[in-house]
């Protein structure tokens, strides 16, 4: 796997590919050093990009400045990726920009609902991020939920707002603590 690191408006960004598409995003939020070592894991080193991966790379920038970009052409590399996640990542890539659904949806879609946490599971697991949008998969009370990337719920937060979608408690609905 080849891999390369970049700058964009959210931070730096890195991302590895193989022959068959790209197989690894790392979201903004590591410090230089240890982006480095989590992109070029698995004896994943730097490479020349070609000109798909430079395209990628100008969607990416492109997004991050808040433009609504379709990664759905970008071929993807999904060996070693469990059954189950390729089938909730393929549900997922039908969400576009500013668009989102919640685990549960997904689980329902893949046959039942008590897969709501296999889906949460196969979220945290996305080996690309962004590209396959799990930032767009909230909770069922519109709350962010989880979210694997550094920076946590925030980043996905942030992520969303580009896109134009708040997300909290439906309007005229209240949240109790208890």
């Known amino acids: ?22 197989a690894r995003v790392q979201l903004p939020g590591l410090d230089r050093a240890a982006l480095l070592q989590r992109i ?5 080193e730097a490479g020349e990009p070609t000109r798909a991966i430079e395209d990628l790379v100008n969607r990416i920038e492109d997004y991050a400045e ?15 990726v469990p059954d189950f996640n390729r089938r909730a990542y393929d549900l997922l890539l039908r969400i576009g920009w500013g668009e989102t659904t919640t685990y549960g949806a997904l689980a329902r879609e893949l046959g039942d609902v008590a897969l709501s946490r296999a889906v949460g599971a196969a979220m ?7 590209v396959i949008p799990c930032h767009r998969v ?41």
């Open 124 to 130: 945290g697991a996305n080996p690309i991020p962004l």
């Open 66 to 80: 808040g433009e609504a970009v379709d990664f759905s052409v970008v071929p993807l590399d999904l060996s070693g």
């Open 1 to 22: 796997m080849e891999t390369m690191v970049f700058d964009t408006a959210l931070g730096e960004f890195g991302i590895g590919w193989t022959d068959a598409g790209l």
């Open 40 to 44: 070029n894991r698995g004896g994943a």
């Open 138 to 178: 909230l909770a069922s009370d519109g709350r962010p939920g989880g979210f694997s990337a550094p920076g946590g719920a925030e980043s996905k937060l942030r992520m969303l707002e580009l896109e134009g979608v708040s997300v909290g408690t439906p309007a005229g609905q209240m949240t109790f603590g208890f």
